[in-house]
Nanobody, 118 residues
Framework: QVQLVESGGGLVQPGGSLNLSCAPS????????MGWYRQAPNEERDLVAN???????NYADSVKGRFTISRDNAKNTVYLQMNNLKPEDTAVYYC????????????WGQGTQVTVSS
């Protein structure tokens, strides 16, 4: 069973930066949309950003201008560069990859903790 493996989380001070990455443990074919979600304690899992195979991006209003999502189609890897981090960015970050037609299968990562604190 292929799994998504995330890395790059950790503890950072306010104003700092982190770069998350997510790659599959095996081969996945025909990946369409890749994205990052986050879930803070006692809250729902919300979209942070996503990117299509054609590199079209979409961001949550709270991260626009601070976060940048990118992807490497050859490696089936998605990245999230997070700058000017704020305490309210603290959450578990999950990556998601979805295949396109005809399978439309969704893979999720196990989550990586991001903590922004002084």
């Amino acid at each position: 069973q292929v799994q998504l493996v995330e890395s790059g989380g950790g503890l950072v001070q306010p104003g700092g930066s982190l770069n998350l990455s997510c790659a599959p443990s095996g081969s996945i074919f025909n990946i369409d949309t890749m994205g990052w979600y986050r879930q803070a304690p006692n809250e729902e899992r919300d979209l942070v950003a996503n990117i299509t195979r054609a590199y079209r991006t979409n961001y949550a209003d709270s991260v626009k201008g601070r976060f940048t999502i990118s992807r490497d189609n050859a490696k089936n890897t998605v990245y999230l560069q997070m700058n000017n981090l704020k305490p309210e960015d603290t959450a578990v970050y999950y990556c998601k990859q979805r295949t396109g037609w005809p399978t439309y299968y969704t893979y999720w990562g196990q989550g990586t903790q991001v903590t922004v604190s002084s």
